[in-house]
């Protein structure tokens, strides 16, 4: 059966509703225990909105996972990040359904990527599958959970999407079973002058109390603005669980006048970066809390997550000395409700004058050039304003000073060329070894350089300082069995990896001359015995590279 989902069912008005066609019943529970979330569809996450349910599995790795419905295997990916091993299954209604952090998959489709991972000689593939390969049948086993890729502890992340745009959609609105009496819980709003950029006001955190049913404000409101943009942290709980969720729906009001609405639906992998330009970003890096915008940056592009916002991109615009009465409704995708009421008024409106030496505005190409610095952000770079900062501090230890390029707490949506000149000489040899080093104040990453015309050159997403250092130890392997050790019972070959400054690049382990093929998790690399290491004594060899060419050579032997 098909069932129309229109926004009239959860809010009052549904001229703005997008009118979505979903399935209810089609699909089944992927597992054979009740679905208990873990997180939910569009959840902030780092980078991200999360893009489909995460279902606990009582804590245990290697539930059987099961095909929602009748359709055929079309992809097998594996990574050693994001989902890690995971299935696709395209179904004939127009969706394709995605099973993430798996363990192993079924013996036929297990046997067959081995073969493709032994053709190309790489652990990491991405195989896109004909329909008379794998067809399966709704309910048909097809893996087994696991904790593999970006997951930290055991569960199945499970998605819904379109299979014409790609695009995840809300799993919940597909008629699954899972328990929920629990409105959303709102704890802080907070307020912004949406007329000056929102990296360059701190905002006004105001923390939320409950009356009976509602949610409301200790006291009024003030604001030295006539338009004010809201931020909501939130929470939400299904039954039987602790962890927190998001909203489906938000829908603000100012004197019971509609200002806009957030429908999270339907988002993209290609937009999903734009959760930088949702939230206030630097809320999130200083003190890591996820306020929710309700209302849309200059250049925050999802667009679609909006189906009505009024003329100031749903900001209030509020009367000289008038108190106004500001509502928020908020729903989750079972339909619970919660309300938000305040009073708030402004006073004392100050001019919007924002005095900058070096304006970066949003929409427009933005270009900085220092004598050992240059760059240049693209149109589509910032979500807002910047009065840009750049700051120079000596650094004789590395090869060039550290330059403070803006604040980390600002996001940059694409990635751009930094350009930076070394502050003293490079000898020849290690022209080809230097990095770039990144910091945020809390951590540094790394990464190669390329030389060229006296600069180097790396492709970096963020502000923060950076400087150049040279890069000449090659990682280190380091074995888990003891050398020559007697292996005939053991179920595994490990090795762990490190590196001192960038990250590894390759990892190559050829068993009597073979390619062999070894798994990567976090800094583990394991190999499990197979048909591919049969009894007797063998030389297993390991190369590792990292970004900067630095070689690491291993030679390990071993009876089995």
């Known amino acids: 059966m098909m069932k129309k989902i229109v926004l009239l069912l959860l809010l009052p008005l549904c001229s703005f509703a997008r009118d979505l066609q979903y ?19 569009g959840e902030c996450r780092p980078n991200h909105f999360h ?27 594996m990574e050693k990040g994001g989902f890690g091993h995971a299935l696709y299954v395209t179904h004939p209604n127009g969706f394709t359904t995605v099973y993430a952090h798996l363990n192993d998959f079924v013996p036929a489709v297990q046997r067959y990527l081995k073969q493709q991972q032994y053709k190309k000689q790489s652990w990491a593939v991405d195989l896109q599958l004909p329909a008379e390969m794998f067809p399966v049948k709704k309910g048909e086993q097809i893996a087994w959970s696991g904790n593999t890729g970006g997951s930290t502890a ?10 014409r745009t790609e695009h995840p959609v809300n799993p919940m609105l597909f008629g699954f079973s899972i328990p929920d009496s629990r409105p959303p819980v709102p704890v802080r709003l907070s307020f912004y002058d949406v007329r000056k950029s929102i990296y360059e006001q701190e905002s006004q955190v105001i923390s939320l109390v409950k009356q009976g049913n509602t949610y409301t404000v200790s006291d009024t ?47 993209g992998y290609d937009v999903t970066r734009y959760l930088h330009a949702y939230v206030d970003y630097r809320e999130h890096k200083q003190k890591s809390r996820w306020f929710q915008l309700l209302f849309r940056l200059r250049e925050n592009q999802l667009n679609h997550l909006y189906p009505f916002l009024n003329a100031e991109r749903g900001a209030l615009e509020l009367e000289e000395d008038k108190t106004h009465k500001v509502r928020i409704v908020l729903h989750d995708a079972t339909g619970n409700e919660t309300t938000i009421t305040f009073p708030i008024r402004s006073r004392n409106a100050d001019a919007n004058n924002q005095e900058c030496t070096q304006l970066f505005r949003a929409g427009s190409v933005n270009r900085f050039e220092h004598t050992n610095v240059q760059f240049a952000l693209g149109e589509r770079a910032l979500y807002d304003d910047i009065c840009f900062r750049f700051n120079v501090q000596r650094d004789e230890l590395s090869f060039s000073d550290k330059y403070q390029i803006h604040h980390p707490y600002v996001p940059v949506h694409s990635s751009f060329k930094l350009n930076l000149k070394p502050n003293k000489p490079v000898s020849f040899s290690l022209r080809d070894k230097l990095a770039l080093v990144y910091s945020d104040g ?63 690049k390759t990892f190559r382990a050829e068993l009597d001359g073979k390619w062999i093929c070894f798994e990567p998790r976090g800094d583990i690399f394991f190999y499990t015995f197979d048909e591919h290491c049969p009894k007797g ?10 970004e900067n060419g630095n070689i690491q050579t291993l030679v390990y032997n071993f009876t089995r």
């Not at 539930?63 to 992809?75: C, E, K, T």
């Not at 055991?154 to 299979?163: A, G, N, Q, Y």
């Not at 004594?537 to 990292?546: M, Q």
């Open 23 to 41: 399935p209810q019943g089609y699909f089944r529970n992927p597992l054979n225990i009740p679905i208990v979330l873990a997180g939910n569809f």
């Open 51 to 77: 893009s489909g349910l995460d279902i606990k599995t009582l804590g245990k790795e290697n539930l059987p996972v099961f095909a929602a419905a009748d359709g055929y295997i079309s992809r097998i990916k």
């Open 154 to 163: 055991p569960h199945l992340h499970f998605e819904i999407r379109d299979s």
């Open 221 to 267: 409101i003030l604001m030295r603005s006539d338009k004010v943009g809201i931020g909501l942290e939130v929470n939400d709980f299904m039954d039987g669980s602790s962890n927190t969720l998001n909203f489906y729906t938000a829908s603000w009001y100012l004197d019971d006048s509609l200002q806009g609405t957030i429908v999270l639906d339907d988002i």
């Open 442 to 504: 809390k951590s540094e990453r790394a990464q190669a350089a390329d030389f060229e015309n006296g600069w180097y050159k790396a492709s970096v997403r963020n502000f923060g300082t950076y400087r150049l250092v040279a890069d000449t130890i090659a990682p280190i392997i380091t074995s888990l069995q003891k050398q020559n050790a007697l292996l005939g019972n053991a179920s595994q070959l490990r090795f762990r990896v490190s590196e001192d400054r960038t990250s590894v």
């Open 537 to 546: 004594k063998h030389r297993l060899k390991i190369t590792v590279t990292d």
